[in-house]
């Protein structure tokens, strides 16, 4: 086998010209894809991370809003609580009020009516002292008539009890 020169320059010559055809006509636009595509993925790489990144962020945001809300219902829990044992009180300390002016109340009516009947029952008494007294003037009575007499206005008094 003998190196042919001349066969060896054409076929450098040869894939020069091919290279520089297809550097124009084929590599240019297959490299310029390929870096558009490149972009096109690193863009979607970057807008995943932001996304992700944001995503993480409104968790956090959730996260803290869930907390609050939980905090805020627990307050208006306790806060109902208490207002609701500060009116039972307030329940509790007006009905004893009342209860109290209720007894003083009965007290001076019962004191009232008691005061009334003694009057009653004192005016029944002189009135009938005065009868007695008429009637022992009108006859003159001796022990045993004294004592009929006694029980007859004991028995009238008891009768218009």
Do not use: C
């Not at 007006?94 to 109290?100: G, N, P, R, V, W």
């Amino acid at each position: 086998m003998k190196f042919v020169w001349e066969n060896f320059v054409w076929a450098i010559i040869a894939f020069l010209i091919l290279y520089f055809l297809l550097q124009k006509y084929a590599f240019g636009p297959l490299f310029s894809v390929m870096e558009k595509r490149r972009e096109l993925v690193k863009q979607q790489l970057d807008e995943a991370a932001n996304s992700r990144t944001q995503a993480q962020t409104y968790i956090e945001e959730q996260k803290q809003a869930l907390d609050s809300a939980r905090k805020e219902a627990y307050d208006i829990i306790e806060q109902a609580k208490q207002t609701s044992v500060r009116q039972a009180d307030d329940i509790i300390g007006q009905a004893k009020a009342e209860t109290a002016r209720l007894k003083e109340e009965a007290a001076r009516d019962i004191e009232s009516e008691k005061n009334k009947a003694v009057a009653a029952l004192r005016n029944e008494v002189s009135g009938m002292s005065v009868a007695i007294a008429s009637k022992l003037l009108q006859k003159q009575v001796d022990e045993k008539d004294q004592d009929q007499l006694v029980d007859q206005y004991l028995k009238e008094v008891g009768g218009k009890q």
